[in-house]
């Protein structure tokens, strides 16, 4: 059984790598946050050229506490612990359920030439990326 999960794991890692998905991590709102406590303050201390010097330097703390939350759809996938691999593989057994594979290989090919399948898929995993891990998706580079 180890082996469908593995194998099923790197069919959702290859859908989500082929539309270059990215999960972003909501934290944009405390920086946003960081920016105007920080334009406050300098408005308080140093009037209107306060505000302006401590809305830059909220902007900047911001911008560096919010950064390098960007990771790729297949490398969060492949850092879940193995229980929550298996509610996911499950979730994806419902749709493939009707395919006869025998290995990775032969599976992705299968799923790659159903495009109804792969949008199943796609938003299967997009719903458990923003439901269970709070992120939100992006496509591209």
């Excluded at 946050?33 to 830059?56: D, H, N, Q, R």
């Amino acid at each position: 059984m180890p082996n469908v999960v593995n194998e099923i794991m790197k069919l959702l890692c290859y859908i989500s790598e082929k539309k270059k998905m990215k999960a972003a991590i909501k934290h944009s709102m405390r920086g946003a946050m960081v920016t105007g406590i920080m334009a406050f303050v300098g408005g308080l201390v140093g009037g209107p050229p306060g505000i302006a010097v401590g809305g830059t330097v909220g902007g900047l703390l911001g911008a560096w506490m919010t950064s390098g939350q960007f990771k790729p759809v297949p490398q969060i996938l492949m850092e879940l612990p193995p229980a929550e691999q298996q509610k996911l593989v499950n979730e994806a057994k419902a749709i493939i359920w009707n395919l006869d594979w025998t290995d990775a290989i032969q599976l992705i090919s299968l799923v790659m030439s159903n495009e109804a399948m792969q949008q199943k898929l796609l938003a299967m995993l997009t719903t458990y990326i923003t439901k269970k891990l709070g992120a939100e998706i992006c496509y591209g580079d």
